[in-house]
């Protein structure tokens, strides 16, 4: 049984959660965030025990953390957990920046400890299966990949709109796309972004294109537009379309050049982190470090596509 600990009991956490019972093997021990109401809420409905402080969540029986602070904290509550001993698995963006990754990948491959960010798609069945049956029909050359969230009806004060939090479309979602891009087209090369900023100092929309070794991307991400969430994958002998919202994929369409389409559909359960976590829980059995599916070296790729991406647009957050 692996026992987790929970630090900052927001949103995801509860989503989290929700999928947790799915997962074979794993509980709730222990959670802490930094309001004591917010962590007692959090206990009533879902067990385990309440801590005071992060300090008292690590040293607790625990195998295992869920970071799902914003990225603000990211690296803090990292390097606190493998200082600790425990295996981590972060929410995304893994960090701020490249820098403070390395700083986190660094300790984790000093300790032997698991690290992994949580970036949810490529553990969906739909996604998976979506791999699976490409093996035996496939798109030819894939080349391009064009995909966008904008989401308009998020809420002013969501911390997606604080700077202090390092918020912001990119840091929200355009990491998502920032997976999508070198998933299929591999390590990137070049990358060319515009955008504006809200009134409170993060980006609100911004559009970047990046050239990879496997072809081009062109990205859309903001919290201004109402915007449609699919994603397009382009190869020489049909493209894929993930319908919205791709980065919750529950079904595709693939157009064949030759005039077939295939619809491949495949909801998922559990709010959807059920998946990368039963991962994660496999990866802490076998003794691996690293997972074989988000790589430290992709989770590397997608913070450095978002450094400059934002480098480019104008924005650094604290400390940079
Ligand atoms: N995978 C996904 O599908 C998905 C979806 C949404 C968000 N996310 C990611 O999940 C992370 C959290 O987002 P969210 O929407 O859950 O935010 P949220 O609702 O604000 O939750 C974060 C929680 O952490 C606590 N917290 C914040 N800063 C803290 C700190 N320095 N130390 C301790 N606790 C702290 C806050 O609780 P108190 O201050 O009340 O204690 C807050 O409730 C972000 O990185 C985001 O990108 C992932």
């Not at 994929?249 to 077939?260: E, K, N, Q, V």
């Not at 829980?281 to 430290?296: F, K, M, N, Q, Y």
């Amino acid at each position: 049984m692996i026992k987790f600990g929970i630090i900052g009991c927001g949103r995801i956490a509860h989503r989290f959660m929700q999928g947790l019972p799915e997962v074979p093997g794993a509980v709730l021990a222990a959670s802490w965030s930094r309001r004591a109401e917010t962590v007692d809420a959090f206990i009533s409905q879902y067990g385990g025990k309440a801590c005071t402080s992060v300090d008292e969540l690590l040293a607790g029986d625990i195998d295992a953390v869920y970071i799902a602070t914003l990225p603000d904290s990211h690296m803090e509550y990292c390097i606190k957990a493998l200082q600790a001993g425990k295996h981590v698995l972060c929410e995304k963006p893994a960090a701020l920046n490249l820098q403070q990754l390395d700083e986190v990948l660094k300790l984790s491959k000093a300790t032997g400890l698991l690290f992994m960010e949580g970036m949810k798609p490529p553990f969906y069945p739909l996604y998976t299966q979506l791999k699976e049956y490409l093996k035996h029909d496939p798109i030819g050359e894939v080349g391009y990949v064009r995909a966008g969230s904008s989401v308009a009806d998020v809420s002013k004060d969501h911390p997606n709109f604080s700077y202090e939090l390092a918020g912001g479309s990119l840091m929200g979602i355009g990491i998502y796309e920032a997976f999508l891009a070198i998933d299929w087209l591999g390590e990137t090369k070049e990358v060319q972004a515009m955008g504006h900023f809200g009134p409170t100092g993060v980006d609100t929309f911004a559009i970047f294109q990046t050239k990879h070794a496997g072809g081009y991307a062109q990205v859309y991400t903001g919290f201004d537009l109402h915007g449609k969430g699919d994603a397009l994958i382009a190869g020489t002998l049909g493209h894929i379309t993930i319908h919205k919202n791709w980065w919750n994929p529950a079904r595709a369409t693939i157009d064949y050049l030759d005039g077939r389409s295939v619809e491949i559909s495949k909801p998922f359960i559990a709010g959807g982190l059920n998946y990368e976590t039963a991962h994660f829980c496999d990866l802490i059995r076998t003794g691996a470090t690293e997972s074989p599916i988000v790589t430290h070296a992709l989770s590397r790729g997608m913070i450095a596509m978002i450094d400059e991406t934002r480098r480019q647009i104008g924005l650094k957050f604290i400390g940079e």
